[in-house]
Every structure is written in structure tokens, then in C-alpha cells.
């Protein structure tokens, strides 16, 4: 069971498999061979993640800590957040959460305040800058509620985390929509990067 993994210098946490999305374009849905070792055969427990995570007896060595897997880390939004917590009794080391931005979906609560402190970077696949788009392109479990709940999330978390970042994918919009997205996110207060396909 993988739990963690390295990229460059940077720590990755692979908390779970679940997700609020199928986009058509996720590894998970085109090519689920590609990283075996990131489906796990159930989801870790907190004290599983935090032995994993104590194994690495440097962390601050790392650039970045990183919720990322074969799944959205917010489907298990408080014990990722505990996981921050521990972190940040140890190491200064900046987290960071990719999401879909479903959270507050997925609790049905308002959850970016309760980022503030422990998270120092959201990045949010925005993906789409209008709902059908999101809806033909991410498929979610959520329906037409999720794009204004994930935009919802994007706009408060704003206030409670230092640095959040919109993304959106080369190649599967037109790059007129990638403007719009910009847009968007230059709106909201966040940055915003075009990542590629394979990432
Ligand atoms: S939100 Fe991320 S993990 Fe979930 S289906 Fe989309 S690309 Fe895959």
C-alpha cells in the first residue's frame, strides 16, 4: 500500500482512492495501470499515514508536502486536516492540497475556514469555465451543484489560505475557455496555471 511517494523534492500523501469526480480525462479512468502502486486496497487509518510519514526522519528537507493520489483527499477532509496538524508540530515544510474543491460539498458544512493555519497552498481543478463544460468534462457525483460548490469553496478559501491556485487542462478546452478560466480566477483572488495532460 502506498501511502506516500517522492516527486523531485517534494512529499506526496496518497490518503485515498475515493473521489467526488470521474473526469474523463483522470489516469484513474484512462489509464488505471499507469501508477498501480497508488490504488489502495482500502483507505490508510491516521495512525497508518502517521507511522508512514514519521518513517522519513527529515521532512523538512522536503519542498513541499502534498495531498495527491489516485483519489480526492478531501473525501476524507478531517483526518487530512488532523494530518496537517501533526505535520505542522514537526516541520515547516509548506503543505499543500490538490482538490477538486468539493469539500464543502462532500460535509455538507462550510469548509474553508477550517484550512486556515494548516494548509498553506489549495490548488483547485477548476477544469471548466462554465458548468456544462464541468459536467461533460468531470462527470460528478454532485451533478449540476458542483461547479458553483467547488467556485463557492475556491472564493472563501481565499481568505483562509496564503496562496490558491485555479487549474485548468491544455487541450481538453478550447483555449478561448482557458482565457475565461484566467478570468475567473483573477476574479477570485487566486492564481492560476494550465497544467498538461500527463502530470
Ligand atoms: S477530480 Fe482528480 S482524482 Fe477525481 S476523477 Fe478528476 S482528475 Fe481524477
Same mark, same amino acid.
Given at each position: 500500500?502506498?501511502?506516500?511517494?517522492?516527486i523531485?523534492?517534494?512529499?506526496?500523501?496518497?490518503?485515498?482512492?475515493?473521489?467526488?469526480?470521474?473526469?474523463?480525462?483522470c489516469?484513474?479512468?484512462?489509464?488505471?495501470?499507469?501508477y498501480?502502486?497508488l490504488?489502495?486496497e482500502?483507505?490508510?487509518t491516521?495512525p497508518?499515514?502517521?507511522?508512514e510519514?514519521s518513517?522519513?526522519?527529515?521532512?523538512n528537507?522536503?519542498?513541499e508536502i502534498?495531498?495527491?493520489?489516485?483519489?480526492?483527499? $478531501?473525501?476524507?477532509?478531517?483526518?487530512?486536516?488532523?494530518?496537517?496538524?501533526?505535520?505542522?508540530?514537526?516541520?515547516?515544510?509548506?503543505?499543500?492540497?490538490? $482538490?477538486?474543491?468539493?469539500?464543502?460539498?462532500?460535509?455538507?458544512?462550510? $469548509?474553508?475556514?477550517?484550512?486556515k493555519?494548516l494548509?498553506?497552498?489549495v490548488?483547485?481543478?477548476?477544469?471548466?469555465?462554465d458548468?456544462? $463544460?464541468?459536467?461533460r468534462?468531470c462527470?460528478p457525483?454532485f451533478?449540476e451543484?458542483?461547479y458553483t460548490?467547488?467556485?463557492?469553496f475556491a472564493r472563501?478559501?481565499?481568505?483562509?489560505?496564503?496562496?490558491v491556485?485555479?487549474?485548468?487542462?491544455?487541450?481538453?478546452?478550447?483555449?478561448?475557455d482557458l482565457?475565461r478560466?484566467?478570468?475567473?480566477?483573477?476574479e477570485?483572488?487566486?492564481?492560476?496555471?494550465?497544467?498538461?495532460?500527463?502530470?
Amino acid at each position: 500500500m502506498v501511502i506516500s511517494y517522492q516527486i523531485k523534492n517534494s512529499l506526496y500523501i496518497n490518503m485515498t482512492n475515493h473521489c467526488t469526480n470521474r473526469c474523463v480525462f483522470c489516469v484513474r479512468e484512462t489509464a488505471p495501470e499507469t501508477y498501480p502502486n497508488l490504488w489502495l486496497e482500502r483507505d490508510p487509518t491516521l495512525p497508518e499515514i502517521m507511522a508512514e510519514l514519521s518513517s522519513y526522519n527529515m521532512l523538512n528537507r522536503f519542498d513541499e508536502i502534498v495531498f495527491c493520489g489516485y483519489g480526492e483527499p $478531501t473525501c476524507r477532509l478531517y483526518d487530512m486536516l488532523e494530518v496537517c496538524r501533526r505535520l505542522k508540530e514537526v516541520t515547516a515544510t509548506p503543505i499543500r492540497v490538490n $482538490t477538486n474543491g468539493h469539500a464543502s460539498l462532500i460535509l455538507k458544512e462550510n $469548509t474553508p475556514p477550517l484550512f486556515k493555519g494548516l494548509v498553506d497552498c489549495v490548488s483547485i481543478s477548476l477544469n471548466a469555465a462554465d458548468p456544462e $463544460t464541468y459536467m461533460r468534462l468531470c462527470r460528478p457525483r454532485f451533478g449540476e451543484d458542483a461547479y458553483t460548490g467547488m467556485l463557492k469553496f475556491a472564493r472563501e478559501v481565499v481568505y483562509y489560505v496564503p496562496k490558491v491556485i485555479l487549474t485548468a487542462i491544455r487541450g481538453t478546452v478550447p483555449d478561448e475557455d482557458l482565457e475565461r478560466c484566467a478570468e475567473i480566477a483573477r476574479e477570485i483572488g487566486a492564481g492560476f496555471r494550465i497544467r498538461d495532460l500527463i502530470e
